[in-house]
């Protein structure tokens, strides 16, 4: 149940003349002592409404009885032009900047605050798509979805998979911060040159990780771990692969986790004899084997310039 359902239910027994306080409003909404302290700082401080405790009654009423609460209902449709220009009133970083971020906190509590005339307001187009996609990927960020789409660039346009992590505006544009698992890092993508978005039922799991090692600081996102499956020539006799964890999904097939792709990758090439083939996925078979002919072409003999013995007798 929403705190607005709550606060009407006090102003009307205010307007009762039952002076309500927060012992009766969480006994009547079934909800701790703090939660309804809240709701009555939130009256008074973002509603605007003239509480007076009477300690004779013990609860409150209205000091000033013209008062009446700001009509605060909205359509779905509305809420979510709202939220958008909400994100894009705050990253708003132009003329009057400090002045546009507090009016986004105005629209955020859904006051009735009068906007000053000396202030102007910048306009943005809010388009059907753009929105739309602002929506689902504010979804899966809340609730960590994995998303596929396509995406336009200068070479053409692309299909990714991405663990979305927040949205930004910059230059006028709005981006989605992401995980790109082919990319094996962060980056961001402009809503508007994206073509088709779908949200997985599949969710990916993140961990905080602080840049330069100060607590405080913003954090960081990113997925953990990463997969790899493998056939083995036998099966293991406990449940890790030199320090990886490993789950059994056959007789000496095994889906192993790991964070750090060079460690893995070592892992790879020092233990090949205990492994036949790598099933998934394909691109840590494609970095394996570039990494193998990289080391072969450095192991090739170079001519010697002048067709003679080499300066060690060979």
Not at 170 to 178: F, I, R
Not at 256 to 268: G, K, Q, R, S, V
Request: glycine fraction near 4%; charged fraction near 30%; aromatic fraction near 12%.
């Amino acid at each position: 149940m929403s705190n607005m359902h709550r606060i009407h239910w006090f102003d009307q027994q205010i307007r009762e003349g039952k002076y309500p306080n927060s012992s009766i409003l969480s006994q009547q909404f079934e909800i701790s002592r703090r939660q309804a302290q809240r709701d009555i700082e939130y009256m008074e401080t973002t509603l605007l409404a003239p509480l007076t405790y009477i300690a004779k009654h013990r609860g409150y009423c209205y000091e000033d009885k013209t008062y009446v609460l700001p009509l605060l209902y909205m359509t779905d449709e509305e809420k979510k032009v709202l939220a958008y220009l909400i994100h894009r009133y705050r990253n708003f970083d132009h003329e009057n900047s400090s002045s546009v971020r507090r009016i986004a906190n105005l629209l955020e509590r859904f006051t009735d605050e009068q906007i000053s005339e000396q202030t102007r307001l910048p306009v943005f187009h809010v388009h059907a798509r753009t929105l739309q996609y602002f929506e689902l990927l504010t979804y899966a960020i809340r609730e960590s979805h994995v998303v596929d789409l396509t995406y336009t660039e200068d070479q053409g346009e692309k299909t990714l998979t991405v663990y979305p992590l927040r949205l930004d505006t910059k230059y006028n544009a709005d981006y989605v911060h992401a995980f790109c698992p082919e990319y094996e890092r962060e980056i961001d993508l402009r809503l508007d040159r994206i073509g088709q978005l779908n949200v997985r039922q599949e969710k990916f799991r993140i961990s905080h990780l602080l840049h330069g090692g100060h607590v405080g600081e913003k954090a960081s996102l990113r997925p953990k771990p990463f997969q790899a499956r493998l056939k083995l020539r036998e099966p293991l006799t406990e449940t890790a692969w030199h320090g990886f964890p490993a789950r059994a999904e056959g007789a000496t097939v095994y889906t192993m986790d790991f964070f750090d792709i060079e460690m893995f990758l070592y892992a790879l090439y020092a233990h090949s004899k205990e492994w036949e083939e790598i099933l998934k996925p394909q691109w840590l078979v494609v970095k394996l084997r570039k990494r193998c002919e990289t080391l072969l072409i450095k192991l090739e003999p170079e001519p010697h310039a002048s067709g003679g013995p080499h300066e060690d007798g060979r």
